[in-house]
């Protein structure tokens, strides 16, 4: 039985291929296009899963979209409807799209597939929807090491739910309790990641980042005016102060009153009113998912805990309830946004609508460590190296490995590209900038001269599994970079009584402990525990690095620029690593030094770089 399961339309398409219930591919379609959160059909992807799982298009027997239009369409009449006439702009922008494309997607997806696979198949007998949060929760619950588990989803909104909870047991999986829009915790956080000037459905993780740099003294105002958060965790919003339902904005003239001032201006200089907001958003979205989970944990009395949605990637939040032991265990999915709600509906659609059979592994989950992306021969990778003008010398595998750990322990930047892509927003060691995380000054060299990105954004630690808790206030797997924890105490530094006074940004330069670049300013880590089994060349450099230094701790930051999808070729590694200040490259086991590459290339990409 093989399905492909789809998200498009929104942001960040993705596919996937599920065979008798094996995840065998899944992408992102900006992976392949560059364009990030391409919300295009995933036409790229789509034929990269099929011929990862060496099937042609006439084998798969269905295709599963991750979401119901005609649901969509519901609300976005409705709400018009409960707002009339205020809102008349925003219907009239959104309906000409709607009638021209996503009300009939039923149509625009089989045609789209006709025009790639051609009409000899009868695509609409094999097309299904499914609905968001269903999505979500199948993507969560099915690949997780538990027979059963409460399931919980957080997002900004699918079809009219924002918030669910379902239970999973075997192969059954059945949804109990939602909150629907405009009640939203996903559009609250969307909401001051708008006010503070951040681009909605993106820079949610910067507010994230920025929150430890103030002081949560907007959280009561947050409380008393815009959200009403009850024991268990259920909310409601006061929309008087939003401007989603009816407007081309988050937020209104109400929200700008209460906290003293219009939007920060995107890419404007960033303010302490700005950090302090942050961290207010931050507190009150940890305190409504805290409530949640308490409240599940009450209600369903079950022992595990599996998470997706948009909500469920803000990992400050996920360490905090791994802290409280709510439950016994909690499983989060890598890829908890849309993109994930194509792996979703195409494993809700075997094991829920087919009632197929579902292979639990108490130890390791069935997401193969999020590597479910291409993968390039040695061959591949030397013909496509060495079409881009590169020079590189080709290692056996422990030479390349020796070679790396050196260089990072030279205080090298390295490009890594290593094995299959990653899915998900995480770079998790197959498409990672890597660096010695003891280097006080290797935070700001990889923002600013690598990244190109704020300089307050924080980078986090790849640390092997067995040596977590030596480093780290926690002895939990955190393969996909989901939880957030604090250095131990012996390793921080002690700070003098002038460190301690600065405040904002000031703090950022304060080195705090033996692992300074991956050392937030609040002594937290989003913590990236390595495995033998999913990512043994992974797992064989950062234990050589340890030999090396004593230290098992390394810098992983995705392979990107800013602006830019994570890479997924050679070409693309090769281009990252000409037009920034990376000093090596590893790609399978080609290594090449930027002091051996031709002057004239690294001009060229450098160039292309500021006309991108």
């Known amino acids: ?16 291929l599920v065979v008798d219930g ?44 991750y979401d119901k239009p005609f649901l969509k369409f519901e609300r976005l009449l409705e709400t018009y409807l409960a707002f009339a006439p205020k809102g008349f702009k925003s219907f009239t922008t959104s309906l000409p799209i709607w009638l021209k494309d996503k009300l009939f997607q039923k149509t625009v997806i089989t045609n789209a597939l006709k025009d790639l696979w051609g009409k000899d198949v009868k695509w609409e007998e094999k097309l299904l929807f499914s609905e968001h949060h269903l999505s979500h929760a199948a993507s969560a619950f099915f690949p997780s090491p538990f027979e059963r588990a409460a399931v919980l989803t957080m997002d900004g909104v699918g079809e009219w ?48 980042g920025l929150a430890p740099y103030g002081k949560p003294k907007y959280a009561k105002l947050i409380k008393d005016h815009l959200i009403d958060i009850k024991e268990d965790g259920t909310f409601a919003l006061d929309m008087s102060y ?6 081309l904005t988050m937020t209104n003239e109400k929200f700008d009153a209460l906290f003293g001032g219009p939007p920060r201006k995107q890419e404007s200089i960033l303010t302490q009113r700005e950090m302090d907001l942050a961290a207010s958003i931050q507190v009150v979205v940890e305190e409504v998912v805290l409530k949640l989970a308490r409240g599940v944990a009450k209600t369903t009395g079950e022992k595990n805990l599996c998470l997706a949605g948009g909500v469920a990637l803000n990992c400050v939040a996920n360490g905090k309830l791994l802290k409280e032991k709510f439950f016994e265990r909690l499983w989060i999915q890598p890829a908890a946004g849309d993109a994930g709600g194509a792996l979703g509906s195409a494993l809700g659609a075997y094991h829920i609508m087919l009632n197929q059979p579902r292979k639990v592994s108490q130890s390791i989950d069935a997401m193969k460590g999020s590597y479910l992306g291409p993968e390039f021969s040695p061959q591949e990778i030397h013909d496509r190296l060495t079409s881009c003008g590169a020079v590189f010398e080709t290692l056996k595998e422990n030479e390349l490995i020796e070679k790396t750990a050196q260089a990072l322990s030279n205080g090298k930047a390295v490009g890594w590209m290593n094995g299959r892509m990653e ?5 998790l060691g197959g498409r990672s900038i890597i660096a010695d995380p003891r280097s006080p000054t290797m935070q700001r060299l990889l923002n600013l001269k690598v990244k190109y990105r704020e300089s307050f954004r924080p980078f986090a630690p790849s640390v092997l599994r067995e040596d977590v808790s030596q480093w780290f206030e926690m002895d939990d797997d955190s393969p996909y970079m989901l939880l957030v924890a604090d250095v131990i105490k012996d390793k921080r530094r002690q700070m003098t009584a002038d460190e301690q006074a600065l405040f904002g940004i000031d703090k950022l330069n304060v080195p705090r402990s033996e692992i300074p670049s991956i050392t937030h300013v609040d002594y937290s880590s989003r913590v990236q525990t390595v495995h033998k089994e999913t990512n043994p060349r992974y797992y064989a450099l950062i234990k050589r690095f340890k030999e090396v230094t004593g230290c098992p701790v390394i810098v992983n930051t995705s392979f990107n620029v800013r ?15 000409m037009g920034t200040e990376l000093d090596v490259l590893a790609v399978g086991n080609s290594f090449l030094l930027k002091t051996a590459q031709p002057p004239e290339l690294a001009t060229d990409y450098r160039m292309q770089y500021e006309l991108d």
């Open 22 to 65: 094996e995840i065998i591919a899944a992408a992102q379609e900006e992976r392949f296009t560059r364009k990030k959160h391409d919300s295009n059909f995933p036409v790229t992807a789509m034929c990269y899963c099929l011929m990862e799982g060496k099937i042609s298009s006439k084998d798969i027997d269905y295709v599963v979209f």
């Open 423 to 427: 899915f998900g927003p995480r770079a």
């Open 563 to 577: 602006g830019e999808p994570i890479i997924c070729t050679p070409e693309d590694a090769f281009r990252c690593f």
């Open 161 to 208: 739910t924002t918030t669910s909870l379902s239970l999973g047991n075997g192969n059954k999986l059945s949804v109990i309790k939602e909150i629907h829009f405009p009640h939203s915790i996903g559009l609250l956080y969307s909401a001051m990641t708008y006010y503070t000037g951040f681009k909605v459905n993106s820079g949610e993780y910067k507010v994230m």
């Open 1 to 16: 039985m093989k399905i492909l399961g789809i998200s498009a339309y929104y942001h960040d398409s993705a596919a996937c």
């Open 242 to 247: 939003f401007n989603y339902c009816t407007g």
